[in-house]
Nanobody, 118 residues
């Protein structure tokens, strides 16, 4: 099965930057749509950034202009560049692979904690 391994989480100061990585076990970008979710304590998991099937990117309004999703096809890795971090960005961040083929399951990374605090 597909494995998604996340890294890059940690503590960052408000206004600082952090880059999250999600390494897939194989070349899945042609059959899965990649995205980043986050979940804060007591809150629902929400979509933060994703690639669309149309080849563009979508972002949650509150992170537009601050976060950037990107990928390296050769490395089978998706990134989330977090700039101008805010305390409300504090959450567990999850990498997600959504299948483009009907009947296949979605895959999730294990989650990586991001804490934005002074």
């Amino acid at each position: 099965q597909v494995q998604l391994v996340e890294s890059g989480g940690g503590l960052v100061q408000p206004g600082g930057s952090l880059r999250l990585s999600c390494a897939a076990s194989g070349n899945i970008f042609n059959t899965y749509t990649m995205g980043w979710y986050r979940q804060a304590p007591g809150k629902q998991r929400e979509l933060v950034a994703s690639f669309t099937t149309g080849g563009t990117t979508d972002y949650k309004d509150s992170v537009k202009g601050r976060f950037t999703i990107s990928r390296d096809n050769a490395k089978n890795t998706v990134y989330l560049q977090m700039n101008s971090a805010k305390p409300e960005d504090t959450a567990v961040y999850y990498c997600n692979a959504r299948p483009l083929v009907f009947g296949r399951v979605a895959y999730w990374g294990q989650g990586t904690q991001v804490t934005v605090s002074a």
